[in-house]
């Protein structure tokens, strides 16, 4: 299974944006990047995913290297409510398909949001 | 809300003693997974079902776990003679054929004293 690394913990400012690393130096070709987050005693949250090319939604921008091997989560106005671990995942496909798959957690990356 | 629900959201029981959470998917979706979480990792992949059949299965899962999808709708995840060990949050997340996401649950805290 492709592994990640993520700092342990990170600090931004309200209003601010996060920018999160993560690398996955021996992903595949094939293989998804995913972003959950997890706040105190929840499942974890869905946010953003990619395969090559930078993906934007209403959480959040993903931008990945061109080589693939690692990534940035960016939160463009990170607010109180944005203090959660943030996973950075590497999908593993269980077929060729892709409709068939786990994600592997890590440890995480602690965002702590400071008014 | 995400629409994955599991119960119970805490179990307090005795080692040796078996325990049986649930997790209702959301109602289209046909894959399921069980994931464990202990205090500060991440989620660990336990067990996979599309539909009523169970693909995969860590390799790290003991045989006192025992996980059943029987209508391919709701499950359950049964875990025998528990041990002190076993003291973790249990998720359930679930997946539909068109999403790329997975959905989870709250979870069931089980607490083995």
């Known amino acids: 299974d492709a592994k990640t690394t993520q700092p342990p913990s990170m600090d931004c400012a309200e209003g601010r944006a996060a920018n999160l690393p993560c690398n996955h130096s021996t992903i595949s070709g094939n293989e998804y990047v995913y972003w959950y987050r997890q706040i105190h005693s929840q499942g974890p949250q869905y946010i953003i995913h990619?395969?090559?090319n930078n993906e934007t939604n209403e959480m959040a921008s993903l931008i990945i290297t061109e080589d693939r091997k690692s990534s940035t989560l960016i939160l463009p106005h990170a607010t109180l409510r944005d203090t959660a671990v943030y996973y950075c995942?590497?999908?593993?496909?269980?077929?060729?398909?892709?409709?068939?798959?786990?994600?592997?957690f890590g440890k995480g990356t602690l965002l702590t949001v400071n008014p | 809300d995400t629409g994955v629900s599991q119960d119970p959201r805490h179990k307090i029981t005795k080692r040796g003693q078996n325990v049986t959470f649930r997790c209702d998917p959301i109602?289209?979706?046909?894959?399921l997974y069980w994931y464990r979480q202990t205090l500060g990792q991440g989620p660990e992949f336990l067990t996979y079902f599309q539909n009523e059949a169970q693909l995969e299965k860590s390799r790290l899962l003991s045989d006192r776990f025992s996980a059943e999808r029987p209508k391919g709708s709701f499950s359950t995840l049964e875990i025998q003679r528990t041990e002190q060990g076993d003291s973790a949050m249990y998720l359930c997340a679930s997946l539909g054929g068109a999403w790329t996401e997975a959905f989870f649950g709250q979870g069931t805290r089980l607490t083995v004293v």
């Open positions: 990619g395969l090559k």
């Open positions: 995942i590497v999908r593993v496909d269980f077929n060729s398909g892709g409709s068939n798959y786990k994600l592997t």
């Open positions: 109602s289209e979706h046909n894959r």
